[in-house]
């Protein structure tokens, strides 16, 4: 938890304790398997070709889903941007483990209503269309992507989207949205003071 705390206030620029650091040594033909959302840093130290992927299990799905969220809230803690068929993976995902919660890895104290919301905020932060025309054409990046439109699309207006169910505005007022996380800004980097030989004196003051 206080490494989560950390890095999603820092991202990239984190630091983490030495103590947490475990440094793995990849070489030829070997597989590296992750659990979902752990927090790694690859250096490639050679010339490499490297593929990775990613598959989800069923065991370990409230953990997907919880890491999901975070990668939601928290974009600059991965470097890959919401998939653009976030929407309609989130859409299934949620429609199979609200059947069947314990299958997923849910425990008892399993909540359907906030386990919705949280499939809502998850996919507000996908793909979203500005179409003026009803999002039944071409132009519309949801119905290329087969998926609804979510709240954030068009600003609710006219849609026809074929993909399934329209949603427009933010969600019920019963459960409102997060404050918006400002924008991160990085401050410039601060280039270190040049070493100069002794005697000599900054260009800019000659
Ligand atoms: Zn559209
Ligand atoms: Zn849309």
Redesign the pocket.
Known sequence: MEARAGFSKHGEDWLPNPKWIKVIALTRFDTLIMPPGTIHAPITVTDCLFRGGMVMQKRFMKDTMRHWKFCSQFPFCTNEKAPKQTRSVIDYLERVILANPKEYGYGDDFDPALFKDECKRISAVAL??S?KSG?TGRG????TYGQ???AG??KGKV?S?PCGVHETGPPAPSTPLPAPTPARIFPPRREPPPILPPGSVPARLV
Do not use: D, V
């Open positions: 979203s269309c179409c999002c519309c990046s949801c119905l609804r439109c979510g699309c068009h849609c989207n």
